[in-house]
Structure formats: C-alpha cells, structure tokens
C-alpha cells in the first residue's frame, strides 16, 4: 500500500549550474532559475538536517536555504467587504 513521504523543500545556491547534475543524487530536483543560479531541490524530511551539512560542505554550493511552505496556514477564510452590509 502506498505510504506517504513528508518532503522538505531546499534552495540551494550555487555558482554554476553545471553542478545541476551532481545534486540530483540528494533529493528531486524541482526548479532550476538560470537567473539567479539556485536550484529548488525536494528531500525526505527526515533527511534534511544532513543533507544541509553535505551541500554546505561542497565548494560549489553559496547558500542553503528551507523553504518556509509548511509553517505557512493554509486555511483561508474570506472576509466580508464592510461596503456590501451596508448597501
């Protein structure tokens, strides 16, 4: 039966992207900007914590950064507009 897997997003900057291919073997690979040189890379949440010290380890890897998606609420509640009780 299928189990689901919690998966963190990481940002991770880079000086080229020739290094694309080696940070597949970390996680899935997401998103890739040309512009700005980062990758958005997918990986086990219980993995995330060593998978930041390797990345941080490698000399072609600026910066790592979590994605802050999870601690966002994703309940929205809709307001009503003050104009429209009073009409």
Do not use: C
């Not at 998966?7 to 992207?17: E, F, G, N």
């Not at 995330?48 to 890897?61: D, G, H, P, T």
């Amino acid at each position: 039966m299928y189990k689901k897997v919690e998966r963190q997003a990481l940002y991770v900057w880079v000086y080229s992207l020739k290094w694309r291919k080696k940070l597949q073997r970390y996680g899935t690979i997401y998103y890739t900007s040309p512009k700005m040189k980062y990758v958005m890379l997918y990986v086990n949440s219980n993995k995330v914590s060593e998978v930041k010290k390797e990345l941080i380890a490698k000399n072609y890897v600026k910066r790592v950064a979590l994605a802050h998606r999870k601690e966002l609420d994703e309940h929205f509640v809709l307001k009503n507009d003050s104009n429209e009780d009073k009409e």
